[in-house]
């Protein structure tokens, strides 16, 4: 039997300030990744996040990010791995405040920190040490192949490996920069072809032709695309009747 994860990363509204479309794609994913206050929400958007992902049977992660509420997050900053770690053990734990059990199941870094952390060793040894100083049985959620993924194993923490259904890859099995043309993948059909391709074969194509090899542990869908549960549901309906059951990564 075949098995994949889904997860988005929710809980990004703050105060007055709506994104995404959480309630409505809880049904379909199987892993949530809640904004802990840095780069996005607030303690009433945590609480209330936590609650629907729990009522769903949706596991709980934690989405720690950089201080850059203005920037979303998504700007890369000077910081050391010393500060990186302090600033995911901050995180990591505010949220599981929210949780009924006081546990989450996984942690996947957000947006620029992710990104950074994919290509520093040393920053992803750091957070990966967070997680696992926090509680030694939560799962990283990281990119593919990378760094991150390479200081987990190192560490001997969980790992699932992430893939992303709506950004194109470049030969190096990194992400295209959202900064860069073609970096997201509009076609909603190409999306889940890709997809069901890559957790059925491990390869996919790259923004240059080239075929490369990724181990799909989980796939991340964003909620903040104004057809995010058209396609989020798209993706899981094909899924199932392929016969790839969606599943939270353990």
């Given at each position: ?5 889904v997860?988005c990363d929710l809980?990004?509204?703050f105060?007055?300030y709506v994104?995404?479309?959480d309630?409505?794609?809880m049904?379909?994913i199987s892993?949530a990744n809640?904004?802990c ?11 209330e996040?936590v609650?629907s992902a729990?009522?769903?049977?949706v596991?709980?992660?934690a989405?720690?990010?950089l201080p ?10 000077v910081i ?9 053990k901050y ?6 405040a929210?949780?009924?059990t006081?546990?989450?199941?996984h ?7 992710y990104?950074?952390?994919a290509?520093d ?8 040490e967070?997680?696992k100083?926090?509680d030694?049985d ?8 990378s760094?991150?993924i390479?200081?987990?194993r190192?560490?001997?923490?969980p790992?699932?490996?992430e893939v ?5 890859y470049?030969?190096d099995?990194?992400l295209?920069p959202?900064?860069q043309?073609n ?23 790259t923004l240059?032709?080239?075929?490369i090899?990724?181990?799909p542990?989980s796939?991340c869908v ?6 995010a549960v058209?396609?989020t ?7 199932n009747k392929?016969g790839?059951t969606v599943?939270?990564a353990?």
């Amino acid at each position: 039997m075949i098995k994949v994860d889904v997860n988005c990363d929710l809980g990004e509204s703050f105060g007055p300030y709506v994104m995404g479309m959480d309630a409505k794609i809880m049904p379909y994913i199987s892993s949530a990744n809640i904004a802990c206050g840095f780069h996005a929400s607030d303690p009433m958007v945590m609480a209330e996040t936590v609650k629907s992902a729990e009522q769903h049977g949706v596991a709980l992660g934690a989405h720690p990010g950089l201080p850059d509420l203005i920037g979303f997050g998504r700007r890369d900053m000077v910081i050391s791995p010393e500060e990186a770690k302090n600033d995911v053990k901050y995180q990591v734990g505010a949220l599981a405040a929210f949780s009924k059990t006081g546990k989450l199941h996984h942690v996947k870094p957000h947006g620029a920190l992710y990104n950074m952390a994919a290509r520093d060793y040393h920053l992803a040894l750091a957070i990966c040490e967070a997680i696992k100083e926090v509680d030694p049985d939560l799962i990283l959620y990281g990119l593919a192949g990378s760094e991150l993924i390479r200081a987990a194993r190192d560490i001997n923490l969980p790992y699932a490996q992430e893939v992303f259904a709506d950004r194109h890859y470049q030969d190096d099995g990194t992400l295209v920069p959202r900064s860069q043309p073609n970096a997201l993948i509009e076609d909603e059909a190409l999306a889940v072809e890709r997809m069901v391709k890559l957790v059925e074969e491990g390869n996919i194509q790259t923004l240059s032709g080239k075929w490369i090899e990724l181990q799909p542990d989980s796939i991340c869908v964003h909620g903040d695309n104004p057809k995010a549960v058209q396609f989020t549901n798209r993706l899981y309906t094909t899924l199932n009747k392929r016969g790839i059951t969606v599943s939270s990564a353990i």
